[in-house]
């Protein structure tokens, strides 16, 4: 079949799902149901999410839950995650509640500075256009003024714009590169702004100069903030003495703390192990990154090339003992934002935000990475104790049970079955099964 639709976005939303139902499906009046069964009943509710972006036929739910009990540099939050996956907010929170009573969670900003590049191409003398770029410099914030005004009054705005010659990776290849600090919001809309003003400012002033002869060319080749956000980065960190890492699955601390940290030496060694180490940690980022309306795909983006800023990926996340003290800490670049975008659109994320007390992007910065921490503790603590399978297996039970459409009596035994029993794929079926028998 020919798939292929002209003017599709110009079709009612009726007509494209209309359209998907009877090309994609053999029984569309079913397809229909589904697709209409997540429309919001809030005709207004459901037009505002219809309009974040193009073509939307309906609304894809993840799971938002909450994680209480993270202290944090002294204060309790209760830290919304929006997530998929069973055990994360589990986990999240058992971290959470160990270590509210080991001192609770420590996290500092380290720089907030973001960074955007116009790339351009320029035959010709590199002196000559390295003394036109001091001349203009100038021009590149005066021309600029009116788009960084509001963030100037706010603290933030352009931090400095350098000429970097990167003719050593391609031919007659430059940058603008600048930096930028842009306080609370993200700050994607601010900076590739100032990005294409430079951009006109730099074509301007080129063509007007007189140091270049007719045959020099300058041709802006593309303007765009960088996610890769090293300066932009946050430290969460917990300690305590070994003696009190001990609880229910903790009765040697001495050897659990080496185990772990050893664990942790793993994966800053080995990029296999590292990237699951690491993908423990985005389980609890991303939760908190989606719930406040951030965008995660520049996060994720960003914090896997600082991950591998030294040449090989390795791990995210640090431990030590030192002088009987276990530290376990994390170091990663986080560009948050808490105002502007989704943060007042979408009204869940506005209830997020309000949750955790309308935090600076900064104080989202410690919250998120200590969400990190507390998973990746919390996945490394299992992993070197009981092994990952028993809780994960266990929240994960729910998703059997749903699966096979249970009915209320079927679930209430085959919950009770299971308090006791190892829970597996198989083991459920089977049971289920007996059940039915
Ligand atoms: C699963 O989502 C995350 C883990 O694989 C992380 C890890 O291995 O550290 C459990």
Redesign the pocket.
């Known amino acids: 079949m020919n798939n292929a639709v002209a003017g599709f976005s110009k079709l009612s939303k009726k007509e494209k799902i209309d359209w998907i139902a009877n090309e994609y499906f053999s029984t569309p009046g079913e397809a229909l149901n589904i697709i209409r069964n997540y429309w919001n009943s809030d005709e207004k509710l459901q037009q505002l999410h219809d309009e974040f972006i193009e073509n939307t036929i309906t609304n894809l739910y993840i799971p938002l839950g909450v994680a209480p009990n993270f202290l944090i540099n002294g204060k309790y939050k209760t830290i919304p995650m929006a997530i998929e ?1 069973s055990s994360v907010v589990a986990a999240a929170s058992k971290a959470a509640k160990f270590w509210a009573a080991r001192g609770g969670f420590k996290a500092t900003i380290i720089d907030t500075e973001k960074i955007g590049q116009v790339h351009f191409s320029f035959n010709g003398d590199a002196e000559k256009l390295q003394s036109f770029f001091q001349q203009i410099k100038p021009k590149f914030f005066s021309d600029t003024q009116s788009i960084t005004k509001n963030m100037q009054e706010r603290g933030g705005g352009i931090l400095d714009i350098q000429l970097k010659d990167k003719c050593n990776l391609l031919e007659n290849y430059y940058q603008l590169h600048a930096t930028f600090e842009t306080k609370d919001s993200m700050g994607a809309n601010f900076i590739n702004s100032c990005l294409e003003q430079f951009a006109a400012t730099l074509k301007e002033e080129f063509l007007d100069s007189a140091l270049f002869s007719e045959k020099d060319t300058l041709t802006v080749i593309m303007s765009i903030l960088s996610n890769y956000v090293p300066n932009c980065v946050v430290r969460a960190e917990v300690s305590c003495p070994i003696e009190e890492l001990a609880e229910k699955h903790i009765t040697n601390p001495q050897e659990f703390a080496e185990r772990f940290v050893q664990a942790v030496q793993i994966a800053e060694v080995e990029p296999f192990r590292a990237v ?2 690491n ?2 940690i985005m ?1 609890g980022i991303d939760a908190v990154v989606l719930a406040t309306g951030n965008d995660f795909r520049a996060v994720e983006a960003g914090v896997h090339a600082y991950a591998s800023k030294n040449g090989q990926y390795t791990s995210l996340s640090h431990a030590k003992i030192e002088n009987g003290i276990f530290t376990f800490w994390l170091e990663i670049p986080l560009a948050l934002g808490t105002v502007g975008g989704l943060t007042s659109l979408h009204p869940l994320v506005k209830l997020c935000l309000d949750m955790l007390e309308k935090p600076s992007a900064r104080e989202l910065m410690e919250i998120t990475a200590v969400a990190g921490l507390a998973q ?1 503790f919390a ?2 603590r299992s ?1 070197t104790t009981t092994g ?1 399978q028993e809780g994960h297996m266990k929240m994960h039970l729910n998703n059997i049970i749903n699966q096979f459409e249970a009915t209320d009596e079927e679930r209430h035994l085959i919950k009770t079955h299971f308090k006791k029993t190892a829970v597996s794929h198989s083991a459920v079926v089977e049971f289920i099964e007996s059940l039915r028998k």
């Open positions: 996956e699951t180490h993908k423990g389980n990746n996945a490394l992993l990952i």
